[in-house]
């Protein structure tokens, strides 16, 4: 594997629409693969003004190949003590080469030396039944230290996706303690 670099952007980056694109897409495109069937017809993930104003309050990090954005993570404070990392994608072409454990890694560092001593996700599940690639990401994650502690329901956090889906889902909140 090639050396990938990872970093938070910085705020300003939010004005860069080609990177806000990119970055957008790439979450979009690996969503609709993993989320397929969860959604209706043309709903997507987020959208550039969402990845903009996230990148605006210091939470998106990119990983870079070559200079090239091939992953993003978002990474937030979500109270005193926990940090939470969502959306994360990494481009279909750096699939399975570590990047999205890499993305995690500086994740959970970051949060670390602010000092919180847990980290969070949020796992979309169908609220019957299960999802093959949702069951891939449940197991890697609890491999990976996390471990479910409650679900949640999607329209208390996200009223909007909740309008946008096609199945009754929920959240499987995980969380990990940092050490």
């Known amino acids: 594997m090639q050396s990938i670099d990872i970093q938070m952007l910085p705020c300003y980056a939010s004005t860069n629409k080609v990177d806000m694109e990119h970055i957008t897409n790439i979450v979009n495109r690996v969503y609709a693969s993993s989320e397929e069937g969860f959604w209706m017809h043309g709903a997507v993930r987020t959208t550039v003004a969402e990845m903009a104003e996230f990148t605006s309050c210091n939470e998106i990090a990119v990983a870079r190949s070559m200079g090239e ?42 949060c670390q030396k602010e000092q919180l001593r847990k980290m969070q996700l949020e796992l979309l599940v169908p609220q019957e039944g299960s999802h093959p690639a949702k069951e891939i990401l449940e197991n890697w994650y609890t491999r990976i230290g996390y471990q479910p502690v409650h679900t949640e329901t999607i329209d208390a956090s996200f009223p909007k996706l909740a309008e946008m889906l096609a199945i009754p889902s929920k959240f499987v909140v995980f969380q990990k303690e940092l050490r």
Not at 92 to 100: A, N
């Open 69 to 110: 954005i091939v992953g993003c993570v978002r990474v937030r404070r979500i109270d005193q003590g926990i940090g939470e990392f969502g959306m994360l994608a990494v481009d279909d072409e750096y699939q399975g080469t570590g990047i999205g454990r890499e993305l995690i890694r500086f994740a959970e560092q970051k």
